[in-house]
C-alpha cells in the first residue's frame, strides 16, 4: 500500500500562491494515478485536480488556469501549484491515489488552506 503526507497549507491573502506537497512512501508514485481534492466547512469533498500515470492531467472547472498539478517520480511526490486564489478556495486539501479500474483508495491526513479576504 501506498502512503501518502500532505504539506505546504497555510493562511494567505486573496490573490496570492501556494504550493501543496504530497509525499509518498510504501509504493513507487508512478504506480498510480494521483489526485487532490479538497472539503470545505459543511461540503463534500470535491475533486480538484487529477496526474494520470500515463501522463496528462484534470481540473475542476472552478480550478482551471489557476492551479497546476506535476509529479515527481524520483522523488515520490505530488504537487499542488495554487495561483490567484480566492475565499473560495478555503478548504482542507487531501491528496489522493488510485489505479486504474478502482475508487480513490489511498488518502493522506489533509492540509488546511485558508484564503482571507
Known amino acids: 500500500q501506498v502512503q501518502l503526507v500532505e504539506s505546504g497549507g497555510g493562511l494567505v491573502q486573496t490573490g496570492g500562491s501556494l504550493r501543496l506537497s504530497c509525499a509518498a512512501s510504501?509504493?513507487?508514485?508512478?504506480?498510480?494515478?494521483m489526485g487532490w481534492f479538497r472539503q470545505a466547512p459543511g461540503k463534500e469533498r470535491e475533486f480538484v485536480a487529477a496526474?494520470?500515470?500515463?501522463?496528462?492531467?484534470g481540473y475542476a472547472d472552478s480550478v482551471q488556469g489557476r492551479f497546476t498539478i506535476s509529479r515527481d517520480n524520483t522523488q515520490n511526490t505530488v504537487y499542488l501549484r495554487m495561483n490567484s486564489l480566492k475565499p473560495e478556495d478555503t478548504a482542507v486539501y487531501y491528496c489522493?491515489?488510485?489505479?486504474?479500474?478502482?475508487?480513490?483508495?489511498?488518502w493522506g491526513q489533509g492540509t488546511q488552506v485558508t484564503v482571507s479576504s
Open positions: 510504501g509504493r513507487t508514485l508512478s504506480s498510480y494515478h
Open positions: 489522493g491515489a488510485k489505479v486504474l479500474g478502482r475508487t480513490w483508495d489511498y
Open positions: 496526474s494520470w500515470r500515463g501522463g496528462g492531467a
